[in-house]
């Protein structure tokens, strides 16, 4: 029979068929009962100072988390773009997919198209087309998840970059847009989707004008929408502003916005745009005491472009940009 331990302070213990222990090199007569008991005594200390210790550990760590480990899934790939692109009705900034434009990098996802800010670590902007035909039974996936299509050398936000921040993971092209398929509603959970979004914002107000967007298909419509965030400093809770989160390498924003381009089902959508056609405009703090009632946030396009130095809707002739934009939708 051979037993060993390592204590503190590295002295070796063993006990043999012959009843001796070995104790700093030196061998002495033992005991038996009297030994294994203190042996026992030991070990029981010993293992109670491992579990504290690793239980420390983890604590200690922002990248443990036992419940919610990261995401790692397939990549998706993106379906082949149709003649009604995501980007109709203009890049708004016009973003490349040249990994040196790090502040306004472009990223078609099929599903939707953005454009991405390496330093912020959120999307500028997502533009997506949205028809009935896009909906369908698909539960929401939940596979928060970094996008792995970004430059290499980028930091790459994964589902734990949130953590204990009080924001939510506010998607920005929603998962109810995309539940067609479950390659399409995986795509939104990508954190290139997302922002720092203040709960009650995420879950109230920009829920409801989601849902509102959603019952406007019902009726026959069909819809390209531009979703994005600027400015710093948001607030999760009543009072306090964060700005950044993630070891400052994600921003939070302080605005939110979306435009929202109704059309009445049809082809060949850019050159249905008319004087007339509707144009839903929202700008909502980021803070978690915004109004139940998103149309108490309505403004112009013109308003959101003063803001934000974007081009907005670039594509549609100017004429038609000229009054379109300027108008406050009040239906």
């Known amino acids: 029979m051979r037993l060993i331990v390592n204590n503190v302070s590295r002295n070796t213990c063993y ?72 980007l109709v009705m203009g890049n708004p900034s016009n973003a490349t997919d040249n990994a040196a434009n790090y502040s306004n990098y472009l990223i078609k996802e099929g599903y939707y198209s953005l454009s991405y800010n390496r330093d912020r670590g959120i999307p500028n902007w997502v533009s997506w087309h949205v028809v009935s035909s896009d909906s369908g039974n698909t539960p929401r996936q939940d596979d928060f998840r970094s996008n792995p299509r970004l430059p290499s050398g980028w930091y790459r936000v994964d589902n734990l970059s949130y953590s204990s921040s009080g924001f939510d993971r506010g998607h920005m092209c929603p ?92 082809s060949d959508d850019l050159n249905r745009v008319t004087t007339t056609t509707r144009v839903i405009t929202i700008v909502l703090p980021n803070i978690n005491t915004v109004n139940a009632d998103w149309k108490t946030y309505r403004v112009s396009v013109d308003f959101l472009e003063q803001e934000t130095g974007y081009d907005l809707l670039s594509n549609v002739p100017v004429n038609i940009q000229s009054i379109i934009e300027a108008q406050v939708d009040t239906l």
């Open 175 to 266: 998962s109810g847009d995309r539940t067609v398929s479950v390659p399409a509603n995986s795509s939104t959970f990508l954190m290139t989707n997302m922002v720092p979004q203040a709960p009650y914002n995420n879950q109230v107000t920009w829920a409801g004008l989601e849902n509102y967007t959603r019952s406007l298909m019902s009726q026959g419509k069909e819809l390209y929408v531009i979703s994005g965030a600027y400015g710093e400093g948001g607030s999760a809770v009543s009072s306090g502003i964060t700005n950044t989160i993630d070891n400052s390498r994600v921003t939070v924003p302080a605005k939110l916005w979306k435009v929202i381009v109704v059309l009445n089902n049809g």
């Open 15 to 86: 006990l043999n068929s012959n009843m001796y222990f070995r104790l700093s090199g030196k061998r002495h007569k033992a005991k038996y009962p009297k030994v294994m008991k203190n042996m026992k005594r030991n070990l029981y200390v010993l293992l109670f100072a491992s579990i504290v210790v690793s239980s420390s550990c983890r604590k200690d760590d922002p990248t443990f988390n036992a419940i919610n480990p990261p995401v790692v899934v397939n990549p998706v790939t993106p379906p082949v773009t149709s003649a009604d692109s995501n």
